[in-house]
């Protein structure tokens, strides 16, 4: 369900010609399609509008401010997990008032900084962090708005570097000790503590998982309500699984009506964090074929696009799609690596691929999410331009790094070499 297909033998996205791209911007090349970005937003919206939730982008699946303004121009906040993130976010333009707070580690000059800004809240994920906003809070002379995260201990049935919610993990707060921190809120005084937050994975593609969680977290309101805590924001996180191969994850649609009566009965406010589900199939990674190289025991298709662009097959052996931008009907069994200087540089394995030529163009896809915003420079690569899409036009969106970029803050001091 995106905007990526052929005509005419050749691969478009919306109205233009990916070729077109690649020879115009270079490669290796993000490409993003605008109807796809911000469809993906209205999906989840219109199917739970009747909570109308306030759905807060997960700015780390990809932070391009492009990206970020095209959601919040439509009435997204975000879900941010740092200082850099807080500063793109206030650069898109985004409400204080529609920003939320996560992570396992926020240092006192990024919790400040929130505080200052106004931000919904803060996800907490410890005690200890809990009296640390409290007390720059106090000193601050504010009250700031809190919900706890709970490790709900669930298993979402994903990949292990991305599960979060089992008690194993380090995100969250237990349930027992979160119903202890909140009987003596009172004595936290200068926070309001007045949500719950769930987050217990990514590329969750059933809605089991997110049902136990939301259900084992509504017992947990309707508790809290009889000892007299009372709560007004329940945060669903984000997690949800999108196609990348064969998955069938759950549509907005089926997502919404499992778990929408469940929310709405716990009376409370709901927030959403999805990050993949709006970005990943809204962008792919172009790269141009630089070698054919045959082994006694392998073909390698050598391209310019590297683990440093695209890192989520290295990194979690992730399987993308490769779609060749002029159609090939014949196909055979390759490696796609790249050009950098480690075995897990590739992007597929042993896997049927379009016969492709020297030259010819390769789009890796479903890489809108964890992609650019996992880059690196490593193997001093210039990161790639960002294009985004829409209808027959091209927007460039973030230029391509040229190495003046890779030693713009390094120094030689004086003195040092001798
Ligand atoms: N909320 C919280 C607190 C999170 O930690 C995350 C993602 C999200 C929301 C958004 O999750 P999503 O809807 O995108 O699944 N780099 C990995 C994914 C890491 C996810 C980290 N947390 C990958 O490439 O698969």
Redesign the pocket.
Known sequence: MHDFGYRKNSLYCEGVKLEDLAKKFATPLYVYSYHTLTGHYEKLASAFKRINPLICY?V??NSNLAILRALTARGAGL?IVSGGELFRAQKARCPACRIVY?SVGKTDREIYAAIKKGILFF?VESLAELENINRISGSLRKITRVAIRINPDVEAKTHKY?T?GKLTNKFGIDLKSAYRILLRRAEFSHLDICGLHI?IG??ITQSAPFVEAIKKVSRFVGELKSKGVELKYLNI????GIVYDREEPQTAQIYAERIMPLLEKTGLRIIM?????IAGNSGILITRVLYIKNTPKKKFIIVDGGMNDLV?PAL?G?HHNILPLRAVAKKEKADVVGPICESGDFFAKERPIARVQEGDYLAVMSAG??GFS?SSNYNSRPRPAEVMVSGKKAFLIRKREIPADLVRNELVPEGLIR
Do not use: C, V, W
């Open positions: 997960s780390k699946a879900d996560a996800n991305i979060t987050h990514s590329q996180g984000g997690g949800l964090e999805p990050g993949r589900f989520r979690y992730a999410a964890y996992m």
